[in-house]
């Protein structure tokens, strides 16, 4: 593994101060990358910095103050990183919106920031609507007519911006977490949280040499780990605005790519490409992980036929401790997600809060199961706005030391290795998005037919997970039983069901996909007689998916 020739000052320094450095003493030095397609653009470091500073002074000719906030809803672009970059020069905090959500949730995260500007371009404000922005004003970024050209609205060439002293605790971005129908969360990180993530991108050999690929979108924290990273040592870093297989090969190929960030679906899908061992891919360093459920198997196959590391990241955006497995070394672990990254504190308490010692039983080590939580140097400040959703989501030990809730249930093995038992809070991950069910059921009891719902995730090819919805309807004349009798249920019970008010379980599925997000979008819509709940009311949602292992007529349909 390379060492940095450029390292890093061991005092806080800022993401946008590093890029300065990089411009004053090697400005023709490639910075970034866009290849959209088979177009490709390029900016060096001089030419980033000085488009840094006509963004930070333009922002302050418009009056924007270190700590107000922008709002990033585009296509990934140079232009988008630049205002990401420059927004930071100037203290602005950035709120990066997710172009697939709602024009409901979109403009309920827009008015959550306090976004005092919206920068966009034709699809983010095809994404908002005609209304969805209100009276935020909006810059385009593509030249559309989505808003002001964004060549008008930046400050003069030459322009230098006022001075900011930004600080280790100011604000850096709102990452929003989730965003359908429900209320979404605003997870504020800040300048220092950013910068121990650069940090740590030192013992991944990040240097001046380093050329990483990105094919996840900026709006994503996923992305961001491994975006600051390389810049802020001089680094390349090439953008991939939509991924495509056979063309992140080629780019990694042809760039001699170093270190990327893929979701598993990613991985699948790369790993399926009929020539992939026929590219070039002796440069790789590092590859990353996060996001979703990586299965041992794909690892394995990853380790096998592609050069370079292996690291998973397992962890939140909220900043809750992480656990590294560096598969490559660690080859027999690939079923766990790894042990605790350096100065981080990864405990397990129980379904009351108290703390579980692992080793009262020492023969029952690795026995031990509860809820993961976790501490690290980089933990979000809170949910922008919403102090009780915060307070929901911290956890302190009997010292008053703050950790931070994952949710997600798991145990260590006796190498104080991670493995994961269950899934947080029923949350879907597809194609690399958190798909939050309960904002997908609030959506469906707005249909008049629909007396109870749960939507599970169930495995999918394309997606790693697709969203899949069980539904009773307000009806005479339902299926009856539970849901282990689902399996034997015939298809024309269903559709009974759905006629007797008038519906069909595929005019159930196209009403809800209407109105839902890209990525929220169900598979199938299965009607039943009721959902199978414990003594407590809960929904046993594992039931749910296990009926559909034998059930051909009730069986996820295939994006």
Not at 155 to 171: D, H, I, R, Y
Request: charged content about 20%.
């Amino acid at each position: 593994m390379t060492t940095p020739s450029a390292p890093l000052p061991a005092a806080f320094n800022t993401i946008a101060d590093q890029i300065h450095q990089h411009a004053r003493t090697e400005p023709t030095r490639r910075a970034l990358v866009e290849c959209a397609g088979t177009d490709t653009r390029t900016i060096d470091y001089g030419a980033l910095d000085t488009l840094m500073d006509r963004v930070a002074a333009a922002l302050q000719r418009d009056g924007l103050q270190p700590g107000d906030a922008i709002a990033l809803c585009a296509t990934t672009s140079i232009a988008y990183a630049a205002v990401y970059l420059g927004a930071l020069r100037a203290g602005v905090v950035v709120a990066p919106l997710a172009p697939g959500s709602t024009p409901e949730a979109l403009a309920r995260m827009l008015a959550d920031a306090g976004a005092r500007l919206l920068f966009t371009d034709a699809a983010g404000a095809d994404a908002f609507g005609p209304a969805g922005a209100g009276q935020v004003p909006r810059i385009a970024l593509d030249g559309s007519a989505a808003g002001e050209p964004y060549e008008a609205w930046l400050a003069a060439p030459g322009t230098a911006p006022a001075t900011v002293a930004v600080q280790p605790g100011w604000p850096f971005n709102i990452i929003y977490s989730s965003g359908t129908t429900g209320a979404p969360k605003g997870i504020v990180q800040s300048h220092g949280m950013r910068w121990t993530h650069v940090r740590r991108g030192l013992a991944y050999g990040y240097g001046p040499g380093s050329r990483a690929l990105l094919s996840t979108p900026l709006y994503s924290n996923t992305t961001l780990v491994v975006f600051f990273p390389p810049l802020a040592v001089g680094g390349c870093v090439v953008l991939m605005p939509k991924f495509d297989a056979q063309r992140y090969l080629q780019l990694a190929q042809q760039e001699r790519i170093t270190h990327t960030m893929l979701v598993p679906v990613q991985y699948q899908r790369l790993m399926a490409v009929a020539d992939f061992d026929a590219f070039d891919l002796s440069a790789f360093q590092m590859k990353f992980c996060t996001s979703a459920p990586f299965s041992a198997a794909l690892k394995a196959e990853v380790l096998r036929r592609w050069p370079g590391g292996l690291v998973e990241f397992y962890g939140m955006t909220e900043g809750g401790g992480t656990c590294l497995l560096n598969a490559h070394e660690h080859p027999d672990k690939l079923h766990t997600v790894g042990r605790p990254a350096e100065g981080h504190d990864i405990r397990l308490i129980d379904e009351e809060g108290h703390e579980l010692n692992l080793y009262a039983k020492p023969d029952a080590v690795g026995e031990v199961v509860g809820e993961i939580v976790g501490h690290s140097p980089g933990m979000m400040t809170g949910y922008h706005n919403q102090p009780d959703k915060t307070r929901e989501a911290e956890w302190f030990d009997a010292q008053g030391k703050r950790f931070i809730r994952t949710g997600d249930v798991g145990r260590f093995d006796a190498d104080g290795f991670l493995v994961l038992m269950d899934r947080r809070k029923d949350m879907i991950i597809s194609g690399g998005f958190n798909v939050y069910p309960s904002d997908l059921e609030a959506q469906f009891r707005q249909h008049p037919a629909v007396q109870d719902v749960a939507v599970v995730g169930m495995p999918s090819v394309q997606w790693g997970e697709t969203p899949v919805a069980f539904v009773v309807l307000h009806a005479t004349e339902q299926v009856t039983g539970s849901a282990s009798e689902l399996a034997t249920a015939h298809a024309a019970e269903c559709a009974a069901a759905c006629a007797a008010e008038n519906v069909t379980a595929d005019s159930l599925r196209d009403w809800f996909n209407a109105r839902a997000g890209k990525t929220q979008r169900v598979a199938a819509v299965h009607v039943v007689g009721e959902l199978p709940r414990s003594a407590i009311g809960k929904v046993l949602k594992r039931e749910l998916r296990d009926s559909l292992a034998g059930a051909a007529s009730c069986a996820p349909q295939t994006e």
